[in-house]
């Protein structure tokens, strides 16, 4: 009777486990193979408006050229008005449809009062928080200077946060369709060496996109907000693409691709879907210790 049970508990942890990965397999397959994005059911009208932070260059600039094609009104976002206003110009160069583009100026890297008013007198339905990122370090944490560090938490953590408590009453209020895309990265679950302050500002962000969400749904189970964390490991800025490190003009069309699969946290491109699941099969230890070849071999030498 006891070799019996046994045997079955075995037999049912086989069938748990089979289950899982059918699941997981059937999920990819949805994800990368048969969904179709759903961005534009957050295009109401000719009045509605898209904010992508961190658009002056590179993926936000990408993204605000996808939407912008699609219909949107766009708000861009960046420290620096003059770069602003060149993808501004560039983007109303693109269709004889004339779009509206609002350029808004602030730096969420060397302050912490942020003024989000003009925002609030607009409808927008989409929201892009792209702005953020960290150079390589080459010491750990504590022999990196506070403004350093403190300026990596704003521009990846509370700058984000700040804007998202700005408009979530007027997202409210509307009872519109909403939607909120982080971009974020693979750092915030596997930290590279010397990203400690980095890694922990792109988990804050993975999480306080999982906390609005269940609170948004607590508050008001028919509110229809949709909250998305993208995962990303490799962006190549230069015309040297590759597989493992799409251009951005191609990763805005895989994140816009995967938008309303149903999936807070996604990996949008499916050329980093490797990675990220052989890292999480190989257990903290062996994850940290590729991370770290990795990142030897193409910043460090020893």
Avoid at 96 to 117: G, I, T
Avoid at 173 to 193: E, K, M
Wanted: glycine residues 4%; neutral net charge; hydrophobic residues 45%.
């Amino acid at each position: 009777m006891a070799l019996f049970t046994v045997a079955n508990a075995f037999t049912l942890l086989g069938l748990a486990t089979f289950a899982l990965y059918l699941r997981r397999f059937a999920s990819f397959i949805h994800i990368y193979y048969f969904h179709s994005t759903t961005i534009q059911r957050y295009l109401m009208d000719a009045d509605t408006y898209a904010l992508i932070t961190g658009a002056s260059a590179g993926l936000g600039k990408e993204l605000a050229v996808d939407l912008y094609d699609r219909g949107f009104n766009v708000v861009i976002h960046g420290p620096d008005s003059e770069k602003l206003e060149q993808v501004r110009q560039e983007l109303q160069s693109r269709s004889a449809l004339k779009r509206d583009v609002v350029c808004w100026a602030a730096d969420c890297v060397s302050s912490d009062q942020w003024d989000f008013s003009r925002l609030t007198k607009l409808k927008i339905t989409a929201v892009f928080l792209n702005a953020g990122g960290s150079p390589v370090k080459f010491t750990p944490v504590d022999k990196q200077s506070e403004d350093d560090i403190s300026a990596t938490v704003r521009l990846n953590a509370l700058f984000p946060l700040s804007l998202m408590r700005a408009l979530l009453p007027q997202f409210r209020a509307s009872r519109l369709p909403i939607l909120v895309v982080a971009i974020g990265s693979v750092a915030s679950t596997y930290p590279p060496p010397f990203l400690a302050a980095y890694a922990a500002s792109k988990a804050f962000l993975a999480q306080s996109m999982h906390g609005m969400s269940v609170d948004e749904r607590f508050l008001d189970p028919s509110a229809d907000m949709t909250f998305h964390y993208m995962h990303i490991s490799e962006l190549s800025l230069t015309k040297d693409t590759s597989f493992r490190s799409p251009s951005p003009q191609a990763m805005a069309r895989y994140i816009i691709a995967v938008i309303g699969c149903g999936h807070r946290e996604v990996v949008p491109y499916i050329g980093h879907v490797p990675d990220a699941s052989s890292l999480s099969f190989l257990g903290e230890k062996r994850a940290d210790a590729i991370i770290e070849r990795v990142m030897e071999k193409h910043f460090f030498k020893k």
